[in-house]
T-cell receptor, first 110, second 113 residues
Framework: LAKTTQPISMDSYEGQEVNITCSHNNIATNDYITWYQQFPSQGPRFIIQGYKTKVTNEVASLFIPADRKSSTLSLPRVSLSDTAVYYCLVGESGTYKYIFGTGTRLKVLA | DTEVTQTPKHLVMGMTNKKSLKCEQHMGHRAMYWYKQKAKKPPELMFVYSYEKLSINESVPSRFSPECPNSSLLNLHLHALQPEDSALYLC????????????FGPGTRLTVT
């Protein structure tokens, strides 16, 4: 099962673009990469998922290079309400087994 | 309805008590999960039910006993817990193996005294 590594914390200012990178060197061929957001005392919330290249939805973009050994979550123009912990997960192919990374605590400053 | 509900929100129990946590979803999801989360740590997978059958048990102590009475309900029965079992217990559901998008409930904050 691929282990993920993320920065422990990041600070940003409102209106800036934030990029959070996750390293997953041992990712398997069929594994997908998923990102979740979690606010204090709440359950995680799905943000985005991808397999390769680039995926974009209404809240974020996910960039995955060709070797898939890392991925970058991009949050455009963050606001104070984006202050949360962001988790990168690599899903084990063919099972329901997902291991959360250590998470990145993002603090958005006014 | 994209909501996963969990009851109770808070639970305080002694080490000799027996209690249960409940989780419910009405999204037609066929996989349901229990996670344990300690403060400032990521959620740790405990159990996975797939089509109402236990699919994954991450070597969880037997004092935690999961149950899936039907496709919408998931219980976690607790007995003889230890203070170190105090944590936020999260339930989640997903469509199936082809979707890695899990929907999480708000969790039950458990304190073992």
């Amino acid at each position: 099962l691929a282990k993920t590594t993320q920065p422990i914390s990041m600070d940003s200012y409102e209106g800036q673009e934030v990029n959070i990178t996750c390293s997953h060197n041992n990712i398997a061929t069929n594994d997908y990469i998923t990102w979740y957001q979690q606010f204090p005392s709440q359950g995680p919330r799905f943000i985005i998922q991808g397999y390769k290249t680039k995926v974009t939805n209404e809240v974020a973009s996910l960039f995955i290079p060709a070797d898939r050994k890392s991925s970058t979550l991009s949050l455009p123009r963050v606001s104070l309400s984006d202050t949360a912990v962001y988790y990168c997960l690599v899903g084990e192919s063919g099972t329901y087994k997902y291991i959360f990374g250590t998470g990145t605590r993002l603090k958005v400053l006014a | 309805d994209t909501e996963v509900t969990q009851t109770p929100k808070h639970l305080v129990m002694g080490m000799t008590n027996k209690k249960s946590l409940k989780c419910e979803q009405h999204m037609g999801h066929r996989a349901m999960y229990w996670y344990k989360q300690k403060a400032k740590k990521p959620p740790e997978l405990m159990f996975v039910y797939s089509y109402e059958k236990l699919s994954i048990n991450e070597s969880v102590p037997s004092r935690f006993s999961p149950e899936c009475p039907n496709s919408s309900l998931l219980n976690l029965h607790l007995h003889a817990l230890q203070p170190e079992d105090s944590a936020l217990y999260l339930c989640a559901s997903s469509q199936g193996q082809t979707s890695h998008e899990q929907y999480f409930g708000p969790g039950t904050r458990l304190t073992v005294t």
